[in-house]
């Protein structure tokens, strides 16, 4: 195992940067578009790249050409995520192009469900169209929004590995006794050595993260029933959307016809668009949220710092598992705290809502609703897509945990007010329920009447 731990260096040592290159050390030359510094081609000899297995070396090249292809210079290799998503996709096989007869199927089933919600929603139906789309087009349609909402954690990760890396070359320049790897050159430069190395360790962090966010978005690809299931707004143009490949893998067990199934999370998935669509605040709110306790995260420096010391640096794979693991310091900030209130509470919300709405609409069509409704509470309850995916990208366990206070409150409302009421409580961020409303839904449904009594004599004058 190799590590970045190098001595001083001194000029004696550039007479070695005329030796030719060897075929192993070529494959450094894909970091640094071909020119290789003199002194990373010293470290990486003393490691003995040189003397490498061939077939070794031709694995790390193509690691290292995935990792530093695409011009773009963000935090995330947005290439690289996008290869990766759909290599996950293609290794979960049964992902074949959609049929226009299940096209049809699904955007009689999405009309369907908008009649039902019609009846016991006054939010209108979304403009999109019910579409099926298989596991790739979800990828490919969901994966921006995606890249937006991980920026802020990608830029901490990248700023943490280069000053990680700073920070152990400079204390190595300053040590009196610095170590080295058997076989170095004796005292190399470590400011000179990170000052070439510093772009490649921002393309590795961005390559990283890339394959990070690819792989994740690639998993819950095969796990989401239908295009928002996780709670945001995730697909442009208020489209219902159903993935009739994962809906067979959600019912299978349920002795329950797949028609049925389909119906009943076209009804949630219909219900959860139409509110978001009606709501215009809602989905921004949802997403800055996301952002707001992305951007305040702390990594961890100390496992960032572990991660480089300990890792195969001649392993861009081994590299990336490393740091990986535990990158997320496990204590949020204030601001992190009061981002993640708000977070959980819309997101409760959302879910109750839709539990609310849904029981109403499909209850009365379909005789194994109530089941059905059981089997989406065991999901979420052992830890759902957004669950997972949010754990791995942002460090953020995202669950509703107070769903069903949230369904409790609606149903509340609506049994003291009518659906108007419950739902007008959306019509503004500052009038929608709060995490205190979750508590006392009693005092929710009496503002609620105060609001209305109000807004009455306003329209009687």
Not at 4 to 26: A, E, N, V, W, Y
Not at 220 to 230: D, H, K, R, W, Y
Request: proline fraction near 6%.
């Amino acid at each position: 195992m190799h590590h970045f731990i190098l001595g001083r260096t001194d000029k004696s040592c550039r007479t070695l940067t005329t030796t030719p290159m060897t075929p192993q050390t070529r494959t450094l030359a894909a970091l640094f578009g071909g020119n290789v510094p003199p002194e990373m081609r010293e470290a990486l000899q003393a490691m003995g790249l040189d003397k490498m297995d061939p077939a070794m070396v031709r694995q790390m090249q193509a690691q290292v050409q995935a990792m530093m292809s695409g011009t773009d210079d963000g935090p995330i290799n947005v290439d690289l995520a996008h290869d990766t998503a759909r290599g996950a996709v293609t290794q979960q096989g049964d992902d074949a192009s959609i049929g226009d007869s299940t096209r049809r199927d699904v955007a009689q089933v999405v009309h369907v469900a908008n009649l039902w919600l019609d009846a016991v929603t006054d939010f209108s139906p979304p403009e999109g169209n019910g579409v099926a789309l298989s596991r790739a087009e979800w990828v490919e349609q969901t994966l921006p929004l995606w890249r937006s909402l991980t920026t802020p954690v990608a830029e901490g990760v990248r700023a943490a590995l280069t000053n990680a890396m700073s920070q152990q070359m400079k204390e190595l320049g300053e040590s009196d006794t610095p170590m080295s790897i058997p076989g170095m050159p004796a005292g190399m430069n470590p400011a000179a050595l990170m000052g070439q190395m510093e772009p490649m360790m921002r393309k590795m962090s961005s390559a990283m993260f890339g394959a990070q966010v690819g792989q994740a978005v690639g998993t819950l690809a095969g796990e989401i029933v239908t295009g928002t299931e996780v709670g945001l707004p995730l697909l442009p143009g208020e489209q219902v959307a159903i993935l009739p490949a994962n809906i067979s893998k959600f019912a299978e067990g349920l002795e329950i016809d797949a028609g049925e199934v389909h119906l009943y999370l076209g009804v949630r998935e219909a219900a959860r668009v139409r509110l978001f669509a009606g709501v215009p605040w809602l989905g921004p709110q949802l997403l800055a949220a996301v952002q707001d306790y992305a951007r305040d995260i702390n990594i961890d420096t100390d496992a960032i710092e572990e991660a480089v010391r300990s890792a195969d640096t001649t392993n861009p794979q081994a590299m990336q598992e490393a740091l990986s693991g535990s990158m997320f310091s496990p204590e949020p900030s204030a601001a992190q705290r009061a981002a993640l209130t708000r977070l959980e509470t819309y997101l409760a919300l959302v879910e109750g809502w839709v539990d609310v709405v849904s029981e109403r609409a499909a209850s009365k069509h379909l005789p194994h609703a109530a089941a059905l409704s059981e089997a989406v509470r065991r999901r979420r309850a052992t830890g759902g897509p957004a669950e997972k995916v949010f754990a791995s990208l942002v460090g953020l366990e995202l669950r509703p945990r107070r769903l069903r206070d949230a369904a409790n409150l609606w149903s509340a409302l609506e049994a003291a007010h009518g659906s108007n009421a419950r739902d007008a409580a959306w019509d503004h961020p500052d009038l929608a329920p709060t995490a205190k409303d979750l508590d006392d839904p009693w005092a929710m449904s009496k503002r609620a009447t105060t609001h209305h009594r109000t807004a009455s004599r306003s329209m009687m004058n």
